[in-house]
């Protein structure tokens, strides 16, 4: 058996080797913690990343939002996010759309003020993607059968 685990070591590996992107933001939203899995999602380096605002994965028509929230959840210390999954779009280095989840692990200093945002983060597109397709097969389904004058119960759907 191994020697006794450096549990310092072990956060680092797991942050290192797991397939989903954590990345940790500051109290102004600079990246300060990118790792392999980020790297693989969005395309940037940790060298490229890391210093940069959040911006470079939040698509511009979603930053207000993004920025609204992200500066109140660091003045109040409260995100609902650390339980329940965000789903909301995000950009790749080559421009590529693309959907994520995350949670966020808010991180504080000695004194107990937010010091930033850790989020892990899984790109479900491929899911997304396939759910949008079949939304519109249904639709078009239900759009056939009400054409032929089918009963009312064939346009309940599930959405």
Excluded: C
């Excluded at 890391?50 to 930053?63: N, T, Y």
């Excluded at 937010?114 to 899911?127: F, P």
């Excluded at 396939?130 to 089918?150: N, P, T, Y």
């Amino acid at each position: 058996m191994p020697g006794k685990l450096d549990p310092d070591r072990l956060y680092r590996e797991i942050i290192d080797h797991t397939p989903l992107a954590v990345v940790f933001g500051d109290r102004e939203g600079i990246i300060r913690l990118w790792n392999a899995g980020a790297e693989t999602m969005f395309g940037y380096t940790a060298a490229e990343a890391v210093g940069q605002s959040m911006d470079l994965i939040v698509p511009e028509k979603h930053r207000a939002k993004h920025w609204e929230g992200y500066d109140r959840v660091m003045q109040t210390g409260v995100t609902k996010y650390g339980h329940q999954v965000l789903a909301v779009p995000a950009l790749t280095k080559s421009g590529r759309r693309i959907s994520i989840e995350f949670n966020v692990a808010l991180l504080h200093d000695e004194t107990g003020q937010v010091i930033g945002a850790a989020a892990t983060i899984s790109d479900v597109t491929a899911r997304w993607e396939r759910e949008k397709a079949v939304r519109a097969r249904m639709a078009e389904l239900e759009a056939k059968v009400k054409a032929l004058g089918g009963p009312a119960e064939a346009e309940t759907s599930v959405r």
